[in-house]
C-alpha cells in the first residue's frame, strides 16, 4: 500500500487514498477481474529481495464510435528510482498490451500541473483532448451517487 500512498502524495492527494489492499487483491485478481497491474521492481541492495518502485494500472472501457479501448488510470514511479527510464519501459508495456488486445486507442488523463509527464507524453505523439476537442473530465462521488440514486424517478414520472 506504500506504494499508492506514494502516488497518493505525488499528486498532493494524501487525504483521497481509501482502498485497501484487500480491496485491491478482489478487484485486481478475484473472480471479475476489474483492472490490470504492470508492476516495476528494484533489487534491494541489502539482497533482501525485490523492491515495488512503480505501477501502472489500466483498464478495459468501451467508445460508443470506436469500440474496446485501454484507459490507464495511473502510473506512478518512485522518487528515488525517476529518470531511470522505467515509466518508459512500463508505458511501452502498457501500449503493447493495448495493441496485442485490439484496443482502438490508449487514454488517459494527466494532471494539468505535471509538467514531467506531459513533456513525456507530448514526445510520443499522444493528443491533448482539451486542448483539441474540448473535453472536459467530471467526477461523482459516491456520496452524490448515493443522493441521486434516491432520487430516483421512472419514465412514468418523468412524463
Not at 484487500?22 to 497491474?37: A, S
Not at 498490451?97 to 505523439?125: H, M, S
Not at 474540448?134 to 456520496?143: F, L
Request: proline share 1%.
Amino acid at each position: 500500500m506504500a506504494i499508492y500512498k506514494g502516488l497518493a502524495d505525488y499528486e498532493n492527494m494524501s487525504d483521497q487514498c481509501k482502498i485497501t489492499g484487500e480491496q485491491l487483491r478482489k478487484d485486481g485478481f478475484g473472480v471479475n477481474k476489474l483492472f490490470h497491474c504492470i508492476v516495476c521492481e528494484a533489487l534491494d541492495n541489502k539482497n533482501e529481495g525485490a523492491k515495488l518502485v512503480g505501477f501502472c494500472l489500466s483498464f478495459f472501457a468501451y467508445s460508443t464510435w470506436e469500440g474496446k479501448f485501454l484507459h490507464m488510470e495511473d502510473l506512478y514511479i518512485h522518487k528515488d528510482h525517476r529518470r531511470k527510464g522505467l515509466g518508459t519501459k512500463m508505458f511501452h508495456h502498457l501500449n503493447k498490451f493495448a495493441v496485442e488486445n485490439d484496443c482502438c486507442r490508449l487514454q488517459f488523463a494527466v494532471l494539468n500541473w505535471n509538467k514531467p509527464a506531459i513533456d513525456f507524453y507530448n514526445t510520443l505523439g499522444v493528443i491533448n483532448l482539451t486542448e483539441k476537442e474540448g473535453w472536459n473530465v467530471y467526477r461523482m462521488t459516491s456520496s452524490v451517487m448515493q443522493q441521486l440514486a434516491g432520487q430516483l424517478v421512472t419514465v412514468d414520472d418523468a412524463i
